[in-house]
């Protein structure tokens, strides 16, 4: 028997309403990259495209921004940490309110997660909380991994002040918040998975202020090398082909008209449950900035029930960051504080059917669904 | 300044012959699957594309074959050796007659590389003379990492038998062996970067009729999840996307007709260089099996030489594997044996120009200016 090594991930059943139908550029829209690739016969290894996509994406950015691309986000926060020489083994504090990639980032690079809990109006760590954490860590920390929730972005000059008095290395993992990332100060990783506002499949980048550390993990996606073919600092491989980059230039290129469309249904969906008010939005969610997914938070104790509601009317949901990383086995043994917002988000918080094509009827099945759910209203 | 972190990389100068000219499927050669993506609307997480290709990978290697995809080679190599759950910091032994992606990736796997001298005829490991060498081993030995050099096969059966007699694991750094590795008694990666004889930009596979290695890479690849969002072991992200499975499937549908071509340039090759016996070919290259580089051997102390006499009528070369990895600044603090063969390969072996699209012309100009350098008949 000849088998392909495929996991089993969840799909949708058919007649159901998907949580997410994610809409990347038409064999079309990319086609004439393609044909640029096809004459210069360069297909990685840094070629024209993949230069013309970094430039673009740090074009997004407040002066002075490199942008390093990287096969995806969780691989640029594992080579940024590394690329910051933290001492081995030593605490990055991070939510544990976050998908697990966060977590495996930093174990990736040698580090140790240590778990923090998040405020409960932005779902994010509190830099003023995280200081006053400091002095009961379990050993040395030595940065932060603050996470922009869902899309939403953290207050940075917090964060600068933080960096500045601490000392510590601040690295935020933006992965969802291709839209409100615009400011290189704090060195920011933003996912372009195909999940994302904007995606190209499976990629990320690193986009940074600070020149050097922007070079290093350059490097480091590339064997250590820097202009000849000597490996001069320990690095792998992590370079996005240029195929990836001509999915992520026809992205760009419909961006300004995908974001209005993200806008629009994420006004749809505001609409939509603007009579419901025990199921509130993210602060600035749709308006503000946009993101693929629409959380919202339920009062406490209705996320499992709600799911369950709304699946019975076909409607599918989805607790994207579960009950929070420390509780996978994966992350068991890790040091962490208390987490009591953390689990209360977790029986609170889901994520509801949004799409950038998303259908007003479908807008209706989801708030109608979700009004069946007891203690909704 | 808004600027990409782009490394500077060596690029052919205007009017000299490139030692490499890959040719990936063309725009027209992809189109259809990009259609199907369009389509499906499903970008990465092991969609319809990527089973497919991991299928047809699979399909090329003894029964039991299970093929796992991963970003690239190099990452297949660090997550294999981490799914092996050796000790965390031992040794591996290594030839440092490689590219320096092997020794990388077990430094990424956090294992030791241990280097060690190749043989002299195949240019690499010999099980026999590893076996020698374990005795005096300066550490715990998990594992060997044999390199199959420039895409010829090593002896497997002397392998299996080694793994046997030994216990260790060993596993296989076929990267530029697509064509030759047929067989998945031993674990083997296989890259399909866009300088190899199969490629699709950046991409590596794992193949192994060890269904529970294969899976558990598997499961590394995608946060350690299995069926569930919850991740159970130790991960990254490490997906291939649908559009570079679209690219795979391309190069598929092509590879019979393209082999043929490898084939045909090799013969080229071979035909020009028969009247320079002092510059001999790998046994059985590009008529045993074809892969991407036309490595040849000159006699001792040659290769510079013959580099700079070749540079000096427009004939580019590449000292593929440089001097050994263990002269990198990043390895230079891991264990080795004495490398005297490694160092004669370094003074004796170059990389001469060679494509799919060769032409006569091309191998003309190559033998002349080969022929131009002292001590070359």
Known sequence: MRTAANAKLPTTAPGNLPVA???????????????????ARWYSNFGPLLTELELRLASRFTDGAVAST?????????????????????????????????AHAIAQAG?????????????MLDPALVREMLARAPGKVSAVLPVAAHGAMPDIEAWLAFR?????????????????????RLPT???????????????????????ALAFRVRRMTTYGFNGTREAQIPGTNA????????????????????????????????????MTPSASLQSGWGSDWVTSVCVVRLPEGCADPATEALLGHGVETRRWWGDGCHLSAAF?????????VTERLS?????????????REDVDRVVLALRTTPGIA
């Open 239 to 274: 370079k996005l082909s240029e195929y990836t980059a001509a999915v992520g230039l026809a992205a760009l290129d419909r961006w300004p008209a995908d974001r209005l469309r993200f806008f629009l249904a994420a006004q749809h969906t505001r609409i939509g449950l603007a």
């Open 332 to 340: 068991a043994g890790y040091p962490r504080t208390d987490l009591p």
């Open 164 to 184: 500045d008095e601490t000392g510590l290395a601040v690295l935020l993992d933006a992965a969802a918040a291709f839209d409100a990332a615009r400011d290189a």
């Open 347 to 359: 029986r609170s918080v889901i994520g509801l059917p949004f799409a950038i094509d998303l259908a």
């Open 111 to 123: 580090l140790t997660p240590w778990f923090l809990d998040v405020d409960h109006a932005s779902q």
């Open 189 to 211: 990783v933003v996912s372009l998975h195909a999940t994302k506002v904007l995606g190209l499949g499976e990629g990320g980048f690193l986009v940074t202020d600070d020149a």
């Open 70 to 102: 990287v096969v995806n986000a969780t691989q640029a926060l594992t080579l940024t940490l590394q690329a910051m020489d933290l001492p081995a083994g030593s605490l990055v504090a991070t939510p544990s309110w976050t998908f697990v990639a966060t």
């Open 21 to 39: 139908r994610p809409r990347l550029p038409s064999a079309d829209d990319i086609l004439p990259y393609l044909r640029r690739i096809d004459d």
